[in-house]
């Protein structure tokens, strides 16, 4: 099992980001299940002020390319990520239109 870590910041407004988490406290069933579908065992979001933090827990065949390619041709994903883009915005260092940037492991016990 392969495991990632990832980071996202949110809009700096106090209303957007309780939207944001009450959103996280009910997803969408069919979000769930393309997270699940793609090989994603385990997935969590943490949040310091408005920075996000999420690690996940995939197969050993999980990849992020066809994760990608099934999330483009899902009209509910592409609906739920439209609607977070509300809330979210790019890491200062992030490219054009991406959204979660992969962290590097620097340390570990």
């Given at each position: ?49 408005n920075r996000l933090f999420m690690t996940m827990e ?23 990520e439209k609607l977070m883009w509300d809330y979210q ?11 979660w940037i992969l962290m590097d492991k620097i340390f570990?016990?």
């Amino acid at each position: 099992m392969k495991k990632y870590a990832l980071a996202l910041d949110l809009k700096d407004d106090e209303n957007l980001i309780r939207q944001y988490e009450e959103y996280h406290q009910q997803v969408w069933p069919e979000i769930l299940e393309s997270i699940t579908a793609s090989g994603i065992q385990n997935m969590e979001i943490y949040r310091t002020g408005n920075r996000l933090f999420m690690t996940m827990e995939v197969t050993d065949d999980f990849s992020f390319e066809a994760k990608a390619a099934a999330d483009e041709v899902n009209p509910k994903v592409q609906e739920w990520e439209k609607l977070m883009w509300d809330y979210q915005q790019a890491l200062p260092n992030a490219k054009p239109g991406e959204k979660w940037i992969l962290m590097d492991k620097i340390f570990s016990l």
